[in-house]
């Protein structure tokens, strides 16, 4: 038989190599090792809580005299996505986070169900776990489907809120996908669940205003936390996300800001920005516009988007 050469060779080992990746992410045996995740990605103050049967990853700074202010991260995110947030309001607030359940370093929704509903349940079994005073709860992109519906059920355990980057009504999502970002999507498919620091990285990028912002330790950080949840059984219930949300808003009674960037892609700030506005009950409330940033506001732009909450917070709290 005729030589492949050095090219046939390195071609024939390329699709060997790659047939055993797609192979055993498949059999889920990249996942990642639980251990090395809450070592790599825990922070010193970490907590790891049950709320009945569900786990929970909590981190707990500032003052505990201090007003509370409760932070809820973006779809597939993590407490993460604060970090810039945090370090300029722990110094007077005492700030709360938490991974969403299927998220970050919490565990799956014990039902599998992902929706506001569920998230709103989540959020009131912390607060009385936690014994907390009236807070300050602030929920961005898909946190605001479940942070709206507490604010309406729950406006007595509220000293405000704050909706950044949220939809105004049913969201049904339209990707704007790139040909490179297809071509991703086709080998990605292929892996079961698992997922490739290309398909996050593609995903950000595209989220942002400035996609050289994202950098490749962002994309890794977004790939490991999410192929945790790999194999997790995830339903988002019958109704189009957000369908509650229109009444939810109206029922909303305590200061809030509305919070949007002028980039956002995904819930846009000539639409949802301005009907959230519009929608919301509260007698006081306005919308404050952040510059050159994209859906992901606190990570792009966590300087330019936390000064209008701290001015906020300013007015609302001792």
């Avoid at 055993?24 to 970490?46: C, F, H, I, N, V």
């Avoid at 049950?50 to 509370?68: F, K």
């Avoid at 997790?232 to 919070?259: E, N, Q, Y």
Wanted: net charge neutral.
């Amino acid at each position: 038989m005729r030589a492949l050469g050095w090219a046939g060779a390195a071609l024939l080992a390329l699709a060997a190599g790659t047939g055993a990746y797609i192979g055993a992410a498949r059999a889920g045996w990249l996942k990642p090792d639980e251990a090395t995740m809450r070592a790599r990605y825990g922070l010193p103050q970490s907590r790891y809580i049950q709320l009945g049967a569900q786990s929970l990853h909590v981190v707990d700074e500032g003052p505990r005299d201090a007003p509370v202010v409760m932070l809820v991260h973006g779809s597939f995110a993590s407490l993460h996505m604060w970090d810039g947030w945090t370090a300029a309001l722990k110094g007077q607030y005492r700030v709360i986070r938490f991974d969403r359940a299927g998220m970050g370093l919490s565990g799956p929704q014990p039902q599998g169900l992902y929706n506001g509903d569920a998230e709103a349940e989540l959020i009131d079994a912390l607060v009385h776990q936690m014994k907390l005073p009236p807070f300050v709860l602030v929920g961005t992109s898909s946190a605001g489907e479940g942070v709206a519906h507490y604010a309406a059920q729950h406006g007595d355990a509220l000293r405000g809120v704050v909706l950044a980057n949220i939809a105004a009504g049913p969201l049904k999502p339209a990707p704007h996908f790139t040909p490179w970002f297809k071509a991703v999507l086709a080998f990605d498919g292929l892996l079961g669940g698992h997922h490739i620091d290309a398909f996050w990285g593609g995903i950000l990028r595209m989220n942002y205003a400035d996609p050289s912002c994202v950098s490749p330790q962002l994309a890794r950080e977004w790939t490991e936390l999410n192929n945790r949840a790999q194999g997790w059984p995830r339903s988002f219930g019958k109704a189009m996300p957000f369908s509650g949300t229109p009444a939810d808003l109206a029922a909303i009674k305590v200061p809030a800001l509305a919070l949007w960037s002028d980039r956002d892609p995904e819930v846009p700030l000539v639409k949802d920005g301005q009907q959230v506005l519009a929608r919301l009950g509260s007698a006081s409330k306005s919308l404050v516009v952040v510059k050159d940033c994209g859906h992901m506001m606190p990570l792009e732009c966590p300087a330019a988007s936390v000064a209008p909450v701290q001015a906020f917070l300013r007015a609302i709290t001792p």
